[in-house]
């Protein structure tokens, strides 16, 4: 799809704070809707992929295209707000064979300027719904994931990856587990690029001390 205007130039309006977490807006719910019919879903495939989702049995002989989206917007309308983030991963990782055509990529990406734009904290990266922090820490997130990747030290991708799915759980982030996903990732990157592969963390600070600046270090080892 071509870019708009304002995607082409680089315009964008400010992006508010985060203020919705836990609820879905009632125009959140009607848009998914909109996207999914955009990104290239009919409205059978809508109503097949978010149904069972939630928890609604679906009558396949009932009604033409137009009864069927006020249908699927009605349901969306009425069931708790966590489920259409079910919904949403539901459209944006699809398991059935005729929903291939659609542009999952596009799907995914108007939800997410959506979400910046209306100030809900979370996002969809890889199919999933994940929660969002404020822009500075995303970026330093993504770029952290992506230089990871890039260097194919995929144990420690995997530990980041696991402390942001600790930190997207509700109704209470596992603050816990991120910060031992997150430290654990970090003894890993460090071992790879010191040699020192059965060192602690704290070993490894005050065996290479210029690996991390001070007083950064001070705080890495008592952590």
């Known amino acids: ?43 059978q495939q809508v109503r ?10 679906e009558d396949p002989g009932a009604g033409g295209p137009r009864w069927i989206d006020q249908d699927v917007r009605y349901r969306l309308r009425e069931c708790p707000w966590f489920r259409v983030y079910d919904v949403i991963e539901a459209l944006a990782a699809p398991t059935m064979s005729e929903a291939a055509a659609a542009d999952l990529e596009y799907l995914a990406r108007e939800m997410n300027i959506y979400f910046r734009a209306n100030g809900i904290g979370w996002q969809v990266v890889n199919g999933q719904i994940e929660s969002r922090g404020a822009e500075p820490f995303e970026h330093t997130v993504r770029g952290a994931l992506n230089a990871l990747e890039e260097t194919q030290r995929s144990t420690a991708l995997g530990e980041l990856r696991e402390a942001i799915n600790d930190l997207s759980r509700r109704p209470h982030a596992d603050l816990t587990g991120a910060v031992q996903h997150a430290m654990t990732a970090l003894e890993c990157t460090a071992r790879d690029v010191t040699g020192d592969t059965s060192a602690t963390l704290g070993e490894i600070v005050r065996r290479h001390p210029e690996l991390i600046p001070r007083p950064l270090d001070t705080a890495v080892e008592k952590a």
Do not use: K
């Not at 708009?4 to 992006?15: A, D, I, L, T």
């Open 1 to 43: 799809m071509t870019q708009s205007f304002s995607e082409r130039h680089g315009y964008q309006v400010p992006e508010p704070g985060i203020t919705v977490r836990e609820e879905a807006p009632e125009e959140l719910r009607s848009y998914l809707v909109d996207v999914a019919y955009a990104a290239g879903y009919t409205e």
């Open 48 to 57: 097949t992929l978010a149904f069972p989702v939630l928890h609604v049995p």
